[in-house]
């Protein structure tokens, strides 16, 4: 894991089954290569992560988590972009509190085709973390 | 609680997971883990040997739980848990790795990158095995009806084959008329019927069926809700022509109108006027004004009286369980100079050539000159080395060397020259090449390293090659007609296809979540694709995609309610203290006030509750968490992959 992080930072993504998920499926399809310690954990909806999993995943030495939100593309209804942004902020006030860059977290709308759009986020988000924490 | 002891399978996927990462090594980083009782790779985890190695292991082991590591869950989450029910485990105790899309395939680039993750994300997959629990599916009513979106040959022929089901369809063409593209053509390869007269069927059909609303001028503009329940929002434009039309009337307010548009049925080859028909038995037989070139004179409205200027566009609501997609193609338009193509007088490409034989009669002719000597240059914008299009379009070979045929016997002194990259007049199609070289058509062939040149010299104009058939020998042929063998594109306007968030492949056609496995489904549940949307076919294919796409459709939705993920929302009542958040952050009003002996806390609607999870973040002393997806879990599988 040592050689790895020289150019990756280890990020977990949290990603929805119905939106986000085919899109970063596709992204492997179309070769679209971004750093191997991205790590995705499924869940329904975007507005449903608890904070308390993004300030474990630091406590467990992940450099960055990546939201790969739902957006307006929600099947849970519109309201999911809201209440996720708020959540973002909310957990952005506790990593301040716990002294750490709220920039680590970062939330993007990913529909079922931005495959190309991820790649390109987490590439952005890897390099920002690899020049923060691994200069 | 009893420790678990489950089975761990990691699949090479012939080798499109084990060429990049070391499955044996995962294998080894696993079979230690405490709960996993056996770790084998396997070849192909899908296979019928490999699910019967499975139940038997499942069986004899008395395993609590199986993980299998391979491909997307989208492809084979249910086959797995299918394999589960039947070593009698409650499907819910199956967990999915996916290291093919998420680390064989992302990561080819770095083998050993990608190995290392694949063993975190089976690790990982492992954790949340140790809390799967069995749980009963819940039952949601589903709507049995199935809008299908393109009246072309594939929409007609699914919209017929579900309502012979006893299936309510929506069938909606954005065109003034249905047909697509099969209206557009006479003589077919395949049978004595002409495109036209299939269309005709095919429509008469249509229209005896009480269960099918047939919908023209319409679009898809809206959609909301899932798989078995989706509210579409359609537009219908207006025709502005109220009630049956005399076919006399009609010419005479078609004579007087003095717009002149070019006529993209006839891939602008001639004009048409601001009130058409591009046929007279084309359906629905009702013309239509184009109101958008229309001036809007109101000369038509004189010698026609069933001309309405005051109709308006309709806003259409309509609910149904399941959307098939059969959005067709569009051919490609050569650059402006391939080949000639714009810059020289006597080069069209193989539809307009097509439209051109079906129009003409006596002498074959273009731009008042008579043709003999026609030049047909394949795999244009197919099989491009440096373009995007690098696919084949696979019908263009038969359907060039069939308009070559048909304009031989239709017109006289006609001759072929084929200058190609390889022929793929693939299955019965062979017959119609033989055909071709016995009616005595000259075929050349070039690499993609040799194309053949168009160029001009005075006023004739040059094909030129190095034929490979005859040791690379230079060719030159005075064509009277240069003819571009165009193939399909996907469709420039994809609003339907975004307005669904449907995925497109590599060649931009919508993608299918396996081309052999499941090959007219999406990832979209409940969405289906059919026909030329999904790439490249003939008519028969179409057909064939469009009626399996059909019954997938309708198979969905065939019991009348569909069973879905017990997934839904858990309240912890010794945390939880009434506060109310989470009754403000359920938008589908799940949530209960409930007063217990002791105190009021909040119960959910399981038969409400869609599983979102929004509840559960706002619930400052942490009481509600997602079965299956609660803080343990997540937690645990953080711990994995870290």
């Not at chain 1, 992560?49 to 099947?75: E, M, N, P, R, T």
């Not at chain 2, 393109?150 to 008329?177: P, T, Y």
């Not at chain 2, 009609?250 to 591009?278: G, H, M, Q, S, W």
């Not at chain 2, 160029?455 to 240069?482: H, S, Y």
Request: proline residues 3%; neutral net charge; glycine residues 6%.
């Amino acid at each position: 894991m040592a050689d790895l992080h020289k150019n990756s930072a280890k990020i977990l993504v949290f990603s929805t089954e119905k939106i986000s998920d085919p899109a970063i499926d596709m992204a492997g399809l179309l070769k679209l290569h971004y750093p191997p310690t991205v790590y995705t954990i499924t869940i329904p909806c975007s507005s449903g992560i608890k904070s308390s999993w993004i300030l474990h995943a630091y406590q467990k030495g992940f450099d960055g988590v990546f939201i790969a939100a739902d957006g307006s593309d929600c099947v849970y209804g519109e309201s999911c972009t809201e209440k996720t942004g708020r959540l973002v902020g909310k957990t952005h006030e506790l990593m301040k509190a716990e002294e750490i860059d709220p920039a680590r977290l970062r939330m993007a709308a990913i529909c079922s085709v931005c495959s190309e759009s991820f790649v390109k986020q987490i590439r952005s988000f890897n390099e920002y973390l690899l020049k923060t924490l691994h200069p | 609680m009893k420790k678990k002891k489950i089975g761990v399978y990691i699949c090479h996927c012939g080798g499109n997971i084990s060429d990049y990462v070391d499955v044996e090594k995962v294998r080894q980083a696993v079979e230690g883990e405490d709960i996993v009782f056996l770790a084998k790779t396997t070849m192909f985890a899908c296979s019928d040997s490999n699910q019967r190695e499975m139940v038997e292991d499942i069986k004899v082991n008395n395993l609590d739980g199986v993980v299998v590591a391979s491909c997307s869950p989208k492809l084979h989450l249910l086959t797995f848990r299918n394999v589960s029910v039947r070593a009698d485990l409650n499907k819910y105790t199956y967990v999915h790795a996916n290291i093919r899309e998420q680390a064989s395939w992302a990561h080819s680039d770095n083998k050993t990158g990608a190995t290392e993750k694949a063993i975190h994300l089976v690790k990982a997959a492992i954790a949340k095995s140790r809390y799967a629990e069995a749980l009963e599916t819940n039952k949601v009513k589903a709507i049995k009806s199935v809008a299908v979106v393109g009246a072309g040959v594939a929409g007609m022929k699914a919209a017929i084959s579900l309502s012979d089901k006893e299936c309510d369809v929506v069938l909606i063409e954005k065109e003034s008329f249905v047909g697509g593209r099969v209206a557009q053509w006479d003589s077919l390869s395949t049978t004595t019927e002409t495109g036209k007269e299939m269309i005709s069927r095919l429509y008469n059909d249509l229209i005896k069926r009480e269960n099918i609303t047939i919908l023209t001028n319409s679009e898809v503009i809206g959609n909301k809700g899932s798989v078995g329940n989706i509210s579409l929002t359609i537009k219908k434009t207006p025709r502005y022509i109220n009630g049956s039309c005399h076919p006399e009337d009609l010419k005479r307010a078609i004579a007087i109108c003095p717009v002149e548009v070019p006529d993209e049925f006839n891939f602008r080859l001639t004009t048409r006027k601001a009130i058409y028909k591009n046929y007279p038995s084309e359906y629905p037989q009702t013309p239509v004004i184009d109101l958008k070139n229309c001036t809007r004179c109101g000369a038509c409205e004189k010698v026609c009286p069933t001309v309405d200027f005051s109709e308006k566009e309709e806003i259409l609501d309509f609910s149904v369980g399941s959307v098939l997609m059969a959005t067709g193609f569009d051919s490609y338009t050569p650059a402006y100079g391939e080949f000639g193509y714009a810059t020289l007088e006597n080069v069209i490409t193989l539809p307009q050539f097509k439209r051109l034989i079906d129009t003409q009669y006596g002498k074959l002719t273009y731009k008042g000159k008579e043709i003999k000597n026609i030049a047909y240059i394949y795999c244009v914008g197919s099989r491009q080395v440096d373009g995007e299009n690098t696919y084949c379009s696979r019908n263009c070979c038969t359907s060039t060397i069939h308009a070559a045929l048909t304009a031989k016997s239709k017109f006289q002194d006609i001759n072929n020259f084929h200058f190609n990259r390889g022929l793929r007049t693939y299955g019965k199609q062979e017959i119609l090449y033989a055909d071709s070289l016995r009616s005595g058509d000259i075929y050349l062939q070039s690499y993609e390293d040799g194309l053949p040149t168009v160029t001009t010299e005075g006023k004739k104009t040059l094909v030129k090659i190095n034929d490979i058939l005859t040791n690379g020998r230079k060719m030159e042929v005075e064509a009277d007609l240069v003819v571009l063998v165009t193939g399909m594109v996907p469709r420039a306007d994809n609003s339907v296809g975004s307005l669904f968030k449907l995925p497109k492949g590599r060649d931009k056609f919508y993608n299918e979540i396996h081309m052999k496995l499941r090959p007219v489904e999406t990832v979209i549940d409940g969405i289906t694709i059919a026909g030329a949307c999904q790439g490249p076919k003939n008519i028969a294919e179409s057909v064939n995609s469009a009626l399996s796409a059909a019954t997938k459709s309708y198979s969905i939705l065939s019991k009348g309610e569909l069973e879905t993920d017990p997934l839904v929302a858990s309240i912890d009542p010794e945390k939880c203290t009434w506060c109310g958040a989470c009754e403000a952050a359920c938008p589908f009003d799940a949530i209960l006030k409930v007063e217990t002996d002791q105190k009021v806390i909040a119960e959910i609607n399981n038969t409400v509750c869609k599983g979102c999870g929004m509840c559960a973040p706002v619930c400052e002393p942490d009481a509600i968490n997602l079965i299956a997806c609660s803080s343990d879990e997540i937690m645990s599988m953080i711990d994995a992959l870290a």
